[in-house]
């Protein structure tokens, strides 16, 4: 972990994940360059979260993504960090008071990866088997496609689930592209499933950087090395999430991509034994990705009608 000889320009807030550190290092070396400073000016400073603690459940039980996200919030807005990365599918739909989405870096590939040992896709797993994971969308679609099989809590980190698999603890898992590949083990994928068959979770693939609606200075530092396509996409997908409320416990897919000055739009919201699902695509300006994302969700919300995530 980087120290500042005197006192730090910037402060990043992180996760101690292998995976989150190699985020808070790319944020790092971006604003390093642009404030022509050293990357050893910037301090990295681990905060150990709920979600880190909790091991033993999934954590839609007990309260949902933003348990990656809540102690990290709290240094934020208590002046311990100046800014804090997370990947961005792990932030709250509603960030507190005073907080900020302030910018995105490049969004790394958003697709989803099956592996197995037992089969060369989903489709080809033996009737019953065992999928690990504690994603109630992953669940949904999986189990929308193959009623089936038997899924089961898979928790840890990417490394710790994929030695989990090989021990047999489970026939198959699903994890982000993004991940695999800033971690180096994407030789570990059995198959790269389309956006098409397997839609991502809001968010996936991005890095979000949070800072202090407040910090005029950070704020101006971090808008420099802002991907603004990013962050526009991310933005039409939050406005869909937070019209459905959005939670952990939730099946909810959702993708926005650019083509210029267009947006498209793809939204989903399953039961989580994946019984009942709808789907929903939207295209238009960038500039309404707001607009666009937040009309998907009250259609969606519409053709489910009430009560279907009870």
Same mark, same amino acid.
């Given at each position: 972990?980087?120290?500042?000889?005197? +006192?730090?320009?910037?402060?990043?807030? &992180?996760? $101690?994940?292998?995976?989150?550190?190699? %985020? /808070?290092?790319?944020? @790092? !070396? =971006?604003?390093?360059?642009?404030?022509?400073?050293?990357?050893?000016?910037?301090?990295?400073?681990?905060?150990?979260?709920?979600?880190?603690?909790?091991?033993?459940?999934?954590?839609?039980?007990?309260?949902?993504?933003?348990?990656?996200?809540?102690?990290?919030?709290?240094?934020?807005?208590?002046?311990?960090?100046?800014?804090?990365?997370?990947?961005?599918?792990?932030?709250?739909?509603?960030?507190?008071?005073?907080?900020?989405?302030?910018?995105?870096?490049?969004?790394?590939?958003?697709?989803?990866?099956?592996?197995?040992?037992?089969?060369?896709?989903? +489709?080809?797993?033996?009737?019953?088997? &065992?999928? $690990?994971?504690?994603?109630?969308?992953? %669940? /949904?679609?999986?189990? @929308? !496609? =193959?009623?089936?099989?038997?899924?089961?809590?898979?928790?840890?980190?990417?490394?710790?689930?994929?030695?989990?698999?090989?021990?047999?603890?489970?026939?198959?898992?699903?994890?982000?592209?993004?991940?695999?590949?800033?971690?180096?083990?994407?030789?570990?994928?059995?198959?790269?499933?389309?956006?098409?068959?397997?839609?991502?979770?809001?968010?996936?693939?991005?890095?979000?950087?949070?800072?202090?609606?407040?910090?005029?200075?950070?704020?101006?530092?971090?808008?420099?090395?802002?991907?603004?396509?990013?962050?526009?996409?991310?933005?039409?997908?939050? +406005?869909?999430?937070?019209?459905?409320?959005?939670?952990?416990?939730?099946?909810?897919?959702?993708? /926005?991509?650019?083509?210029?000055?267009?947006?498209?739009?793809?939204?989903?919201?399953?039961?989580?034994?994946?019984?009942?699902?709808?789907?929903?695509?939207?295209?238009?300006?960038?500039?309404?990705?707001?607009?666009?994302?937040?009309?998907?969700?009250?259609?969606?919300?519409?053709?489910?009608?009430?009560?279907?995530?009870?």
């Amino acid at each position: 972990m980087a120290q500042s000889s005197g +006192a730090a320009p910037l402060r990043i807030g &992180t996760r $101690g994940s292998p995976l989150a550190l190699v %985020q /808070a290092r790319t944020v @790092r !070396a =971006r604003l390093a360059v642009a404030l022509g400073v050293n990357e050893a000016a910037i301090e990295i400073v681990i905060i150990r979260t709920s979600g880190d603690a909790i091991q033993d459940r999934p954590l839609a039980e007990v309260g949902g993504k933003g348990l990656f996200t809540k102690e990290i919030e709290e240094a934020l807005l208590d002046g311990r960090i100046d800014l804090a990365v997370h990947s961005a599918k792990d932030m709250p739909t509603v960030l507190p008071a005073g907080l900020m989405l302030a910018a995105c870096l490049e969004r790394e590939d958003p697709r989803d990866v099956f592996i197995s040992r037992k089969a060369p896709s989903l +489709a080809d797993l033996p009737q019953g088997a &065992t999928l $690990g994971t504690t994603s109630p969308r992953r %669940q /949904a679609i999986a189990k @929308r !496609a =193959r009623g089936d099989l038997r899924v089961v809590p898979l928790r840890g980190n990417v490394e710790t689930r994929l030695r989990k698999l090989a021990d047999g603890e489970v026939d198959a898992t699903i994890l982000a592209l993004a991940g695999m590949k800033r971690l180096g083990l994407v030789e570990h994928a059995t198959k790269i499933m389309s956006a098409e068959e397997f839609l991502p979770a809001v968010g996936q693939g991005a890095i979000g950087i949070e800072a202090r609606e407040d910090d005029a200075r950070t704020r101006e530092l971090l808008a420099r090395i802002d991907h603004a396509d990013t962050s526009t996409a991310l933005a039409c997908e939050r +406005a869909f999430l937070a019209v459905l409320d959005g939670s952990c416990k939730t099946p909810i897919g959702g993708h /926005a991509d650019l083509s210029g000055d267009t947006i498209h739009f793809r939204g989903l919201i399953a039961r989580p034994d994946g019984a009942a699902a709808h789907d929903i695509a939207g295209t238009g300006l960038r500039k309404d990705a707001i607009m666009i994302g937040g009309e998907a969700g009250r259609e969606l919300k519409a053709q489910a009608g009430p009560g279907f995530f009870d």
